[in-house]
């Protein structure tokens, strides 16, 4: 009972603004290796790349292959779905001078008798439309009665509803974890804090064994300073080269190194970073924004006589950032999946779950996709949620038609649908999603 009635509380989406109609990868697709096969060991030598099997390396000689790599870099032995083992998954890239026969390329890889599958690679989309600046109520806290669900608490009393301890992952466009109706409530991954920090320094001034993102400012005020130069001392202090908690080690064992607040599998230009951020010369309310309203809206800090209220009251929040800084129009979802993974396996590293909110999509079905979404739900225990979309007909997208992903579709806070929702026989539920007032990046609100 109590993760069905967090994630009913919490369903809800953002304005949206895209079509379900698939957008196919020009140059790009995916394989998989059958799980017998060892993962591919992959070089490159003045521009030429080669891996370990030399069927691969003349299929690639002879239809212009220019690049292989891991399609989740996170994903290891342990991450599988019956027999597709996501760490044998690879996105190719093709020559120009061959893409044109990129559905050709994709059906004379899969004879192979050692690949389990190949399949075109989809593009993913943010679901949004920036807000009217002028918005400055929130319609949804009465709509989903959040407000009423409050009352079983005895706030007064200092008894809050919610709990630190459920993650709510923002997997979108990075989250600006400094804005100050945010910065509290961020998830602080505890295995990743050095033993000796704890027992050296006093960092817990609590004393409880949980360090708070309070704490850990109020450490690199009194110790370190301003280490990312940035003005101010804050969380991207916390997780910057120089940073005494930054020790290049994966102290969890989750499989990824220093993420002490999330993760950004895309990084600037689609390298992996510990710094889930937006980019850094992003607009306050345009399309890189999108992944910070998500976060106000899953936990932004509540009764602190500042801004918004969020539903959960009290929670944390997972920035996990999927779109890749080097774009140069409005941000486009490039490791969406991988960003699922992650936070699935965070939480689950973490001790508990973490629940996936999934605030972009787009039509045609993926077996990767899928496998991933299974293995995250199966495997790690999350709780995956998807828009269901804008295009204002019957249709699936996403991953929010995936069997283990609960697809939401947006309707007024009157409760009405608007006209140009998208609904499906796979959506399990309706949320606000219309005018949603909600921080963006910096100190502001839209």
Not at 208 to 230: A, F, M, R
Request: hydrophobic content about 35%.
């Amino acid at each position: 009972m109590r993760r069905t009635f967090i994630y009913i509380i919490l369903a809800v989406f953002i304005s949206l603004n895209f079509a379900a109609t698939p957008k196919i990868s020009k140059s790009t697709f995916l394989f998989c290796l059958k799980k017998e096969v060892s993962p591919l060991q992959i070089e490159s030598n003045d521009g030429r790349i080669s891996v370990d099997i030399q069927e691969l390396n003349k299929f690639f000689d002879t239809n212009g292959i220019d690049m292989i790599e891991s399609w989740l870099p996170g994903a290891t032995e342990m991450d599988y779905n019956g027999d597709v083992y996501l760490n044998r998954i690879y996105r190719v890239q093709i020559k120009e001078s061959h893409r044109s026969e990129i559905n050709e390329i994709v059906e004379k890889i899969a004879q192979f008798q050692f690949i389990e599958y190949s399949e075109n690679e989809y593009i993913r989309k943010p679901y949004y439309s920036p807000n009217d600046s002028n918005i400055d109520s929130q319609c949804s806290i009465q709509a989903v009665g959040a407000d009423k669900a409050w009352d079983y608490w005895n706030i007064p009393a200092g008894i809050m509803p919610g709990d630190r301890e459920i993650l709510l992952a923002s997997v979108d466009t990075g989250v600006d974890y400094t804005h100050p109706d945010l910065w509290k409530n961020i998830w602080i991954n505890q295995g990743e804090i050095p033993s000796w920090m704890l027992e050296d320094n006093n960092l817990d001034s609590n004393n409880n064994g949980k360090i708070t993102p309070e704490e850990v400012v109020d450490y690199l005020i009194q110790n370190t300073g301003d280490i990312n130069d940035d003005g101010e001392i804050n969380l991207r202090d916390f997780i910057s080269d120089g940073s005494p908690f930054v020790n290049g080690f994966d102290d969890d064992n989750n499989g990824y190194a220093d993420d002490f607040i999330g993760w950004d599998p895309s990084g600037t230009y689609g390298t992996d970073d510990n710094d889930p951020y937006p980019r850094e010369d992003a607009s306050s309310n345009g399309g890189w924004a999108h992944g910070t309203h998500v976060a106000g809206v899953l936990a932004a800090t509540t009764n602190n006589n500042l801004g918004m209220a969020s539903t959960a009251f009290n929670a944390s929040i997972m920035s996990v950032k999927v779109a890749r800084s080097s774009q140069s129009t409005d941000p486009g979802i490039n490791d969406g999946y991988a960003g699922i993974l992650y936070a699935a396996k965070a939480g689950f590293y973490a001790g508990t779950f973490t629940i996936i909110n999934n605030s972009w999509g787009g039509g045609g079905y993926s077996s990767s996709e899928n496998n991933t979404i299974n293995t995250a739900y199966n495997t790690y225990g999350a709780i995956i949620l998807g828009s269901a979309g804008n295009d204002d007909e019957n249709a699936s997208s996403y991953p929010c038609s995936y069997t283990n992903c609960i697809s939401v579709a947006a309707i007024g806070c009157s409760g009405t649908w608007g006209g140009w929702a998208t609904y499906h026989n796979t959506v399990e539920f309706s949320a606000p999603g219309e005018s949603i007032y909600s921080t963006i990046i910096g100190t502001g609100y839209e």
